[in-house]
């Protein structure tokens, strides 16, 4: 049985830094480097050394199995330097322990049953969020919701496969073959809920697309800018300045928006490099969640644009033309008029998205596909089938459910699952 060491913390510089240890050699190595003798749950302060180093850090001891990985577990906080750091776990390895792998510490927690797999992965979601919506389903999803629903789900499709079954085995037994079409399809609803929200659970992930698209000197760049609140992309008064595709990230009202400026569309390109940049334009408001289609108030020219895709309207310099037509919104890059109007009408669109009712969103691509492997299963089951292929096909669609719900995963697919996680998670 080995005992692992990695650093909790991030790379780089900090007020504290932690070394964790598990396993059953954790204690013995850490006598070997701390000066004081520990208390269970209790954190000890005293010197930890190695090599031509010292500290003074603080370190707690978690006796098997009330620690995060069910092992035991020791906690070295010492100052935060990189190096510092680095050095106590080289001296932990000196002393017997063995480097971590990406995400052992949770995989040992799932393994020890400290927690599910589902509450692994979304551990991830947790550490990864960037948005209050991304922070509350993360949040959602680390209760245990997701669990707790498909833990139901699968014991619907193991007690439908029990009935099937049983009269497969004693057939002369029961009078006729009734096939529990009710709990598959309470099984298949569930599923085709959540999977509802997986459109939802990627914007709340990775934010809204949202292009700016427009003719040239239309004042994209500026609207862009008004935006994000910087001056991040350059703003002429010649026609062409935006050449290439420029990002940024902002969140408004908890939800995350990708905000992407492009260059202006137009036809009679001169240069090789404008001609370029309105090809990525148009590639980059195909792949958009929403069009931000900018016009100049004052020329009211539009771009061509496909009406199929959710998209706002701009008349931009309204402080030079005040009156604009009726299917867009007034707006001022210069002095800031109805910025947030936008804004908001963004964060609208996104959450039209969010089905209804108070489920929570999947936001892992690796499960969403998984459940739709399930659905495509169940949804096939008819009652006039041989009951040994409608119990086969349950048997299938709760193998595809075992690998989100950890009843049914193998050594690669945990591997996967935790290649993801950092060093030392
Ligand atoms: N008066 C006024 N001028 C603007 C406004 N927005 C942009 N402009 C001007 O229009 C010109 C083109 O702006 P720019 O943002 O580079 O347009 P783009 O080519 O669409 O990116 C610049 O001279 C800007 O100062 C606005 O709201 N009001
Ligand atoms: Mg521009």
């Given at each position: ?345 963004i964060v609208e669109m996104a959450t039209r998205t969010a089905p209804v009712g ?68």
């Amino acid at each position: 049985m080995k005992t692992i060491v990695g650093i909790a913390t991030p790379v780089g510089f900090g007020g504290v830094g932690i070394v964790r240890l598990s396993g059953v050699n954790a204690l013995g190595i850490v006598f070997q480097m701390f000066n004081r003798p520990l208390k269970p749950r209790y954190a000890t302060l005293g010197t930890i050394s190695g090599k031509n180093f010292t500290d003074t850090a603080l370190v707690i001891y978690f006796p098997a199995p009330h620690s995060f990985t069910g092992e035991d577990v020791v906690e070295i906080q010492a100052h935060g330097g990189w190096h510092l750091v680095n050095r106590i776990m080289q001296t932990a390895i000196q002393c017997g322990a063995t480097p971590a792998e990406p995400g052992e510490f949770t995989r040992l927690a799932v393994m020890n049953n400290k927690m599910t797999l589902t509450q692994a992965e979304s551990t991830l979601d947790l550490i990864n969020a960037e948005s209050d919506a991304e922070l509350q389903n993360a949040s959602r999803l680390m209760s245990g919701e997701l669990q707790t629903l498909l833990s139901g789900l699968e014991n619907n499709l193991v007690e439908a496969r029990a009935q099937i079954d049983a009269y497969l085995d004693y057939p002369e037994d029961l009078d006729s073959p009734t096939i529990p079409m009710k709990q598959i399809n309470q099984a298949k609803n569930i599923i085709d809920d959540l999977l509802s929200t997986a459109k939802h659970g990627q914007i709340i992930k990775n934010g809204i697309n949202v292009c700016i698209i427009g003719c040239p000197n239309a004042g994209k760049s500026s609207l862009f800018n008004a935006l994000v609140g910087d001056n991040r992309s350059i703003v002429t008064d010649i026609a062409g300045t935006t050449t290439d595709v420029i990002a940024e990230k902002i969140t408004y009202q908890g939800i995350k928006i990708n905000l992407i400026d492009t260059a202006g569309i137009h036809d009679d390109v001169t240069s090789a490099i404008e001609e370029q940049g309105i090809a990525r334009a148009k590639n980059m408001l195909q792949n958009a969640d929403i069009l931000l289609v900018v016009v100049d108030a004052t020329t009211r020219v539009m771009v061509d644009f496909p009406h199929d895709k959710q998209h706002l309207i701009i008349y931009n310099k309204s402080d030079l033309c005040p009156n604009t037509p009726p299917d867009g919104i007034a707006v001022s890059a210069k002095t800031g008029q109805n910025i947030n109007l936008i804004l908001a009408k963004i964060v609208e669109m996104a959450t039209r998205t969010a089905p209804v009712g108070n489920l929570v969103n999947l936001t892992n691509e690796r499960q969403a596909n998984l459940l739709r492997e399930a659905q495509t299963l169940l949804a096939a089951i008819n009652s006039n089938e041989p009951l040994d292929k409608i119990s086969a096909n349950i048997t299938l669609a709760l193998s595809y459910i075992g690998k989100i719900t950890g009843t049914d995963v193998d050594e690669r697919t945990l591997d996967e699952i935790f290649s993801k996680f950092c060093l030392g998670k």
